[in-house]
């Protein structure tokens, strides 16, 4: 189906698209709101430029998407428990960044969330490009052989790498000092989640495990489930399941936290980078489509 009230450019083979025509600081039309959602349903991953939101406008234009909600370890912005300011500082160097490995956000939780509009207030001149890879496109390349191996699998997912009691962000270590990051017992829980899930909406399979967080497979090994994530991670990562998008000041992604994974690249020592994001409510991931007509 074809646009009408916004142009919509894609940016790679796989997933994101770039859409012109639309000012998110404004309320949109029910048509424009339909045709933005549509895309992001399409393309997994919706970017705009020269936008200028202000914290109650940005939260507006997450809800043209989903529910905003706070998000745990991560201390939200003051008076705004739905946004996060992720920063690195140019004295923020040789340190892990914020989202610096492939992940989706907070898979950890029973509900992760459904996606996330990020803005950039302030992008370096050149680096600090953020990656999306797309989950649909990793899972339909998968041989039938490899895809009946992970249909029954269930994955382990854990902040404890990150917010847990010894996580990467523990007492400042690879914080930086404009961000604050708490680390708590509930940091080292550990959620069961399918390996393949299909998308609410659009009903597609996707792969649904990641680096930052899946530290397992149900009623495997480690030495047996290593593999098999460090595999799905190479895969799900070729360049050809892959977009990259390269921020200005004004610059809004906007991605589907279901269908993609993203990482944020820390090639940019000695720059400020500031951006302001709205997490959107999720639901629990499954591994079927609900049967249509159950009632
Ligand atoms: O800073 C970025 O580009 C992305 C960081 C991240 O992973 C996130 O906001 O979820
Ligand atoms: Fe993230």
């Known amino acids: 189906m074809a646009y009408e009230t916004i142009e919509v450019e894609p940016l790679a083979g796989s997933i994101g698209a770039e859409i012109a025509g639309v000012d998110l600081s404004k309320p949109l039309s029910n048509r424009q709101s339909d045709e933005v959602y549509r895309a992001f349903l399409e393309y997994s991953v919706v970017f705009f430029r020269d936008q200028d939101l202000s914290p109650e406008q940005e939260i507006a234009a997450g809800r043209v998407f989903g529910e905003p909600y706070s ?16 920063i690195k500082e140019p004295e923020d160097v040789k340190m892990y960044n914020f989202g610096g490995r492939w992940h989706h956000d907070v898979s950890f939780q029973e509900e992760p969330a459904k996606g996330a509009l990020l803005y950039a207030l302030e992008a370096p001149k050149w680096g600090g490009d953020t990656v999306f890879a797309s989950m649909y496109a990793a899972y339909e390349t998968l041989s039938d052989g490899m895809k009946a191996l992970l249909e029954p699998l269930v994955g382990l997912h854990s902040g404890r790498n990150s917010y847990g009691a010894s996580g990467k962000f523990v007492g400042g270590a690879n914080s930086s000092r404009s961000m604050q990051i708490e680390n708590t017992a509930e940091g080292d829980a550990v959620m069961e989640h399918p390996v393949v899930r299909t998308h609410p909406e659009t ?25 098999i ?21 004004g610059s809004v992604a906007v991605w589907d936290n279901r269908a993609a994974m993203h990482h944020a690249i820390n090639d940019y020592d000695g720059a400020r980078r500031h951006m302001r994001r709205v997490t959107l409510k999720g639901d629990r991931p499954f591994r079927e489509q609900p049967s ?4």
Request: with cysteine; proline share 6%.
């Open 71 to 86: 998000i745990p370890f991560v201390k939200p912005m003051d008076g705004y428990p739905e946004l996060i300011d992720i």
């Open 203 to 227: 009903g597609r399979k996707c792969l649904f495990v990641n680096q930052n967080y899946t530290v397992g497979i149900k009623g495997m090994e480690e030495r047996e489930a290593r593999p």
């Open 229 to 249: 994530l460090d595999f799905l991670l190479e895969h799900a990562t070729r360049d050809e399941f892959t977009c990259r998008f390269r921020w200005r000041s």
């Open 292 to 295: 249509a007509g159950a009632e």
